[in-house]
Nanobody, 127 residues
Framework: QVQLVESGGGLVQPGGSLRLSCSASGHPLKDYAIGWFRQTPGKEREGVACIDKNGDETYYIDSFKGRFTISRDNSKSAGNLQMDSLYPEDTALYFC????????????????????RGQGTQVTVSS
């Protein structure tokens, strides 16, 4: 079992930045690809970005390229999502999910195929 806890969400003004973190316990995160996803009431859950076990390969959903950056620190069993140039439409519950076998593209684009996910952290972009 892997327990995932997200942090770093909050209220930010349009154009601002936030850095989300995903911390793992129960099993070393180095054995899992990490993905970030977001969910808004009334909308489908969508992938944001994913990173492989070693941090060598990343995959971004097109709409987030250039604004969001995914990274990981296996020594701390943590993953991060740096979000810049935030828009009000980025308001959502952001959560991380992990899987030991999926590629970054599979993790990001296939629906809910991960092994474990966290509860999420709320991001609100508003003036």
């Amino acid at each position: 079992q892997v327990q995932l806890v997200e942090s770093g969400g909050g209220l930010v003004q349009p154009g601002g930045s936030l850095r989300l973190s995903c911390s793992a316990s129960g099993h070393p995160l180095k054995d899992y690809a990490i993905g970030w996803f977001r969910q808004t009431p009334g909308k489908e859950r969508e992938g944001v970005a994913c990173i492989d076990k070693n941090g060598d390969e990343t995959y971004y959903i097109d709409s987030f390229k250039g604004r969001f950056t995914i990274s990981r620190d296996n020594s701390k069993s943590a993953g991060n999502l740096q979000m810049d140039s935030l828009y009000p439409e980025d308001t959502a519950l952001y959560f991380c999910a992990v899987d030991p076998l999926l590629s970054t593209q599979e993790l990001c684009t296939l629906a809910s195929v991960w092994s474990y996910r966290g509860q999420g952290t709320q991001v609100t972009v508003s003036s």
